[in-house]
């Protein structure tokens, strides 16, 4: 596709069970990243790929956050033993080259916790 | 963290009249860049201006940037209702690999 592309577009899931979020970048794309946004706030940074491996993962708030992108395209973002807290929109964005360079976003995954 | 403060935090205005949006900033940058986002969900890059320019025009947008003062700002002239959006400054920093920070925006109506 000619975009980003985050599925689903919404999910909700029962507190305490395991999610994942898809997000396809663009083709040709090396960086990829990983947002959460909380009403009425700015994205706040998860994780940062370059090709398959993860060059920043300093925004990962603790260990039931965990992102792959094993082929340097498709990442999963997984959540486990989910919290209500962890309810907001993630957004995914890629780039053609590094974090200087112009980045794409997606249209989100709506989590809702319940 | 968010390291870019956008200010104001709301804006109302009339279409056909300018909106002015102000971002400060606290570290060093690389280039800065503007976003816009409707009802919450993607983001639309809007502009990129790097450190060493002070101005850069895209259609009924200008922007501003002053490393000596971190700040930038985000004119859109003419303003449409469909304008209305929020509008985000992000920065990436000079230092490493850290991607875009992300400030709280401002939040534009534009009033037909």
């Known amino acids: 596709g000619a975009g980003v592309s985050q599925t689903p577009s919404n999910k909700v899931t029962e507190k305490g069970k395991y999610v994942e979020l898809r997000c396809d970048p663009i083709?040709?794309?090396?960086?990829l990243y990983w947002y959460r946004q909380s009403l009425g706030q700015g994205p706040e940074f998860l994780i940062y790929?370059?090709?398959?491996?993860?060059?920043?993962d300093s925004g990962l708030p603790n260990d039931r956050f965990f992102a792959v992108r094993p082929e340097g395209s498709v990442s999963t973002l997984k959540i486990q033993r989910t919290e209500r807290g962890d309810s907001a929109v993630y957004l995914c964005?890629?780039?053609?080259?590094?974090?200087?360079?112009?980045?794409?976003f997606g249209q989100g995954t709506r989590l809702t916790v319940v | 963290s968010q390291q870019g403060e956008e200010d104001p935090q709301a804006l109302s205005i009339q279409e056909g009249e300018n909106a002015t949006m102000n971002c400060s900033y606290k570290?060093?940058?690389?280039?800065l860049q503007w976003y816009r986002q409707n009802s919450g969900r993607g983001l639309v890059h809007l502009i990129l201006?790097?450190?060493?320019?002070r101005e850069k025009h895209s259609g009924r947008l200008r922007v501003t940037l002053d490393t000596s003062k971190k700040s930038s700002s985000l004119l859109i002239t003419a303003s449409r209702a469909a304008d209305t959006a929020s509008y985000f400054c992000?920065?990436?920093?000079?230092?490493?690999?850290?991607?875009?920070?992300f400030g709280k925006g401002t939040r534009l109506s534009v009033i037909a």
């Open positions: 964005a890629s780039s053609l080259g590094g974090v200087h360079t112009e980045a794409f």
């Open positions: 083709s040709g794309h090396t960086a």
């Open positions: 790929f370059q090709g398959t491996g993860a060059a920043d």
């Open positions: 570290t060093s940058i690389n280039n």
């Open positions: 201006i790097r450190s060493n320019e």
């Open positions: 992000a920065t990436v920093s000079n230092s490493g690999n850290t991607p875009l920070v």
